[in-house]
């Protein structure tokens, strides 16, 4: 049996093999249907156009977060190091392009994060 899925707008085609008895009833109206187009998740943050990204840290690699070394209210320089990600067994120091005061930290040390999440707001 032939299905076609829809997955961020690109087509694939997938062929499977069914035991036609072992198919509920419910399940028929699905298995002859031309496609499915699954939603695809979108990031909050990259919808929203207004955010200022000279006032954030996004995160530059996928991981858990292993240690935050600032505080919010606090000054930081540039190249200072902020938080600190795992990833692969591999700690990524992630750093501040410019001087900054920190506003807020949006994540805590154990948190997975994703690649472009914000970490830091600066005021």
Do not use: C, W
Not at 107 to 119: A, E, F, H, N, S
């Amino acid at each position: 049996m032939k299905l076609q899925i829809v997955i961020d707008g690109k087509a694939y085609e997938v062929e499977y093999d069914t035991d036609e008895q072992a198919i509920p009833a419910s399940a028929e109206a699905v298995a002859h249907a031309q496609s499915l187009v699954l939603p695809t998740p979108h990031n909050q943050d990259q919808l929203t156009p207004d955010i200022d990204e000279a006032k954030v840290l996004r995160n530059s690699v996928a991981g858990i977060v292993a240690s935050i070394q600032v505080e919010p209210g606090q000054t930081v320089q540039a190249g200072d190091v902020l938080i600190v990600v795992e990833a692969m067994k591999m700690e990524n120091n992630l750093s501040v392009a410019t001087p900054a005061k920190v506003a807020s930290i949006e994540v805590r040390p154990g948190d997975t994060v994703k690649l472009g999440q914000i970490l830091i707001r600066f005021e």
